[in-house]
């Protein structure tokens, strides 16, 4: 199916689907409480965004929030930036993971970690070791507003820390001990925390990683500091530190410190690969809402279910998986090198944790497609019910795949969103057809479109991905931003009022979505303007390629400029013969604009640490600009990648000289 044209129907929605779905059961009741009807999912998603405060209030109705006093309004203020919600709500997130009337014997976390044996944790000694950690917490000084920190990869005592934090309306950032020391403290030290907590090592796939040396540079960086919790993982130790088994040493009994709905609960960061990384302010009741609507909805997500979605600490995907306890879903976390010991690691995982929905990167998928991995066949994965993917667009190629390999009665469910929000703004659900490289529609509550320059909505055109109207994920705003004139120019500088979300994008006439990559990292030859997503769809789709990168050096006298392209191949070659293929169908696929001047095999594209592709910081060396200012290398997955393109000189730049 390596011939998927972009657009293919590969499922269509299931005739029980709405008796078989947590979306289906909200329809019903919408019906049955509100006298409510819909068709379908398009007459859902338009009432969702056309009327705010019946929508919201109907989320936190249907999944029954627990609040500590009532709420005035739902949306006090819909300006943006700006927006208001649900005055007067005393609530905490942490409340509806741990407070939740749970069977105590239901599993809640399940680890697998290439540094130490399986491990995993009831809903019952979740919340003992969230309760004792609290307690710890506290006796340490903890308290509401105080900022606690770690540098911890993703298992069981993160995520304990992490509920155990925000139960005190103290406030969480995590950053993944892959991580330098440089990168750590040009994000906690934006915060000034109190309290880090620390692995001293891991192991990732056959290679033992010390961290000590880092981890002192970070406690040398961060005057704030306290009180530094070292968790007892791989072979080392942490001098004059507290032990993770002191923390957690007394038994307490659960508690909750009630807050505002708007009560900061998390910062997360930017990834900091073309500046300093932002630090973006997300509140308790935004999250609480967002995560039962898209998990529960959206991801159909139940009691019993298992989520597995490799992801470090350092993601927004990390406090997303830790979200699925809200539904009584275990969250699957995993530590290690993802294709360790080989390409099939994290489908064999699958298989052992019985989960039923299992979220993969683009790469991911591409990479088992080429190598001929049949998933379905050579492991038990009965208990998928719905396969995520998200971090970069899918080609039609892969979605094509994936749906053959796991056929109609598994829902293919990809989608785009952020930090920023975090969450997906376009995605799947049960009630959504499924077509090859597009991403089903808009999120409920989600009032998504695409802009050109002017500020016109457009169908079936390339343009900016914006939000015209507010959701309560939206932060809170940076930290540090004290007048918020940096919220404003990150997300209103272009069309203000709305909300930019940096991504290009169009939207078919089905409603569905394709976003083709970053809108600042677009290839514009002679006035037509097309994705890099678009690029790599086609590329990537020949056998020899492995990987690559496309970057546009434009003429500042008006022509085409340079379209260079690299290649990461099997052999580490790019002869006449595949420079002859890839022209050819970039051709016929894109447009003979769009046909590179150069092309050049590279070892490695250079990633950041969520996998996503630096074309950006590439473009800027490619220029001239130094790699140590166009790029932080603490946030890349592979530093030593961006030597390549220093003093590379394009054709057409050479030629303009």
Known sequence: MSDTPLGTLLRSVPDDARESSVLGDYLGWLEREHDLAFEGYDDLQRWSVDDLDAFWQSIWDFFGVRSHAPHTAVLANSAMPGAKWFPGAILNYAEHIIGADR?????????????????????????????????????????????VVAYLPNIEETAVAYLATISLGAIWASCAPEFGARAVIDRFGQIEPTVMLVAPGYTYGATVVDRRAEIAAIRDGLP??????????????????????????????IAFEPVPFDHPMVVLFTSGTTGRPKAIIHGHGGLLLEHLKCQGLMWDLREGDRLLWFSTTAWMLWN?????????????????????????????????????????????????????????RLFDLSAVRQIGCAGAPLAPSGAAWLAEEFGQEVLLNVGSGGTDVCTALVTGSPLQ????????????????????????????????????????????GFWGDADGSRERETYFGMYPGVW?????????????????????????????????????????????????????????????????????TADGHVDDDLQVRVKSRMRAELSPRHVPDQIMAIDSVPRGRTGKKLEVPVKRVLLGESPDTAVSRESMTNPKSLDFFVGIRPVGLGQRA
Not at 130 to 143: F, I, M, P
Not at 325 to 333: E, K, N, Q, S, T
Not at 532 to 552: K, N, P, R
Request: glycine share 10%.
């Open 103 to 147: 069977d105590p014997s239901l599993v809640a976390l399940i680890e697998r970690s290439q540094t130490r044996s399986p491990r995993q944790l009831t809903h019952g000694e979740l919340a003992d070791l969230v309760a004792r950690a609290r307690a710890g917490l506290q006796r340490l000084g903890v308290k509401m507003g105080d900022r």
């Open 433 to 476: 057809p499924v077509y090859a490289g597009e991403m089903s529609g808009r999120s409920l509550g989600c009032a998504v479109d695409v802009f050109d320059a002017s500020g016109r909505s457009v169908v079936g055109d390339l343009g900016e991905l914006v939000l015209t109207r507010p959701m309560p994920s939206m932060p809170l």
């Open 224 to 253: 704030s500091l306290t009180h530094v919790i070292s968790v007892p993982y791989g072979p080392f130790e942490v001098s004059d530190s507290l032990s993770w088994a002191e923390l957690v040493a007394e038994p307490a009994m």
């Open 320 to 376: 997303v998986v830790i979200s699925a306890l809200l539904h009584g879903a275990a969250a699957v976390l995993v530590d290690g090198n993802p294709l360790y010991p080989d390409v099939s690691a994290q489908w064999r995982i699958a298989e052992e944790t019985r989960s039923t929905l299992v979220g993969i990167s683009p790469g991911y998928a591409m990479a088992c497609r080429k190598e001929r991995i049949e998933p379905a």
């Open 500 to 568: 930019r979300m940096g991504d290009w994008a169009s939207v078919t006439s089905r409603g569905s979505i394709v976003v083709t990559g970053r809108s600042d990292a677009t290839l514009n030859r002679g006035g037509v303007r097309v994705g890099t997503a678009d690029v790599y769809s086609v590329v990537e789709d020949i056998d020899e390629v492995l990987d690559s990168l496309v970057v546009h050096l434009e003429d500042p006298d008006g022509g085409s400029g340079d379209l260079l392209l690299f290649l990461v």
